[in-house]
């Protein structure tokens, strides 16, 4: 069946640094949407790109969605204590009803 | 701000009871899901709702979960016959229309405990 995998699992970063997950799917999708999940909370939509190669920015978050539609990346630029949770990725199929999830990217801040 | 909210936040059962988890989704909004995310692992989902029947279900959807809307307002998942398998968060979420682009609206989640 149509998969999304996302890396890395996890990443440790010193606050101030940057941070980057990325996604790929077996087969393309109709669009793709990220949440984030704070500890012991629940997903939280933050965006959604549906055009192929699309780029769009919130503060100091920057999502992409590729030429093929197959795979996107989010970039957070300056890592803050606020930014801790793990970042998920979903993509539809295109049936519109099933939302296919990554794994997640669990940002963790260092001490 | 409108939200999904569901009851109850922890749910502690025996393997073998019946447990029913409960959802009230956005007022106006068409689109029911279930999803399940065992501790620490990704959000699978479990089945989609529209028009008072299912419209998609996942593989782990099998005979033992069912879903209901009762009065047009609650959106409930039942498993007839918990597993210890079956602990993990289970969240609702709820969507406007029926285009992909619409957002889902996570509720804060079920924790059921299966001992």
């Known amino acids: 069946g149509q998969q999304v995998m996302q890396i890395p699992q996890y990443q440790h970063v010193q606050e101030g640094e940057d941070f980057t997950t990325y996604c790929n799917s077996s087969?393309?999708?109709?669009?793709i949407q990220w949440y984030k999940q704070r500890p012991g909370g629940h997903p939280v939509f933050l965006i959604q790109?549906?055009?192929s190669g699309e780029v769009k920015k919130q503060k100091r978050l920057t999502f992409q969605f590729g030429e093929a539609k197959k795979n996107s990346s989010l970039h957070i630029t300056a890592t803050q204590t606020t930014d801790v949770g793990t970042y998920f990725c979903a993509g539809y199929r295109h049936s519109n009803y099933q939302l296919i999830w990554g794994a997640g990217t669990k940002l963790i801040i260092k001490p | 701000e409108p939200e999904v909210t569901q009851t109850p936040s922890h749910q502690v059962t025996q393997m073998g009871q019946e447990v029913i988890l409960r959802c009230v989704p956005i007022s106006n909004h068409l689109y029911f899901y279930w999803y399940r995310q065992i501790l620490g692992q990704k959000v699978e989902f479990l089945v989609s709702f529209y028009n008072n029947e299912i419209s998609e279900k996942s593989e782990i959807f099998d005979d033992q979960f069912s879903v209901e809307r009762p009065d047009g307002s609650n959106f409930t998942l039942k498993i007839r016959s918990t597993k210890l398998e079956d602990s993990a968060m289970y969240f609702c979420?709820?969507?406007?229309?029926?285009?992909?682009?619409?957002?889902?609206?996570f509720g804060p989640g079920t924790r059921l405990t299966v001992l």
């Open positions: 979420a709820s969507k406007l229309r029926t285009t992909s682009t619409d957002t889902q609206y």
């Open positions: 087969t393309t999708l109709s669009n």
């Open positions: 790109l549906v055009k």
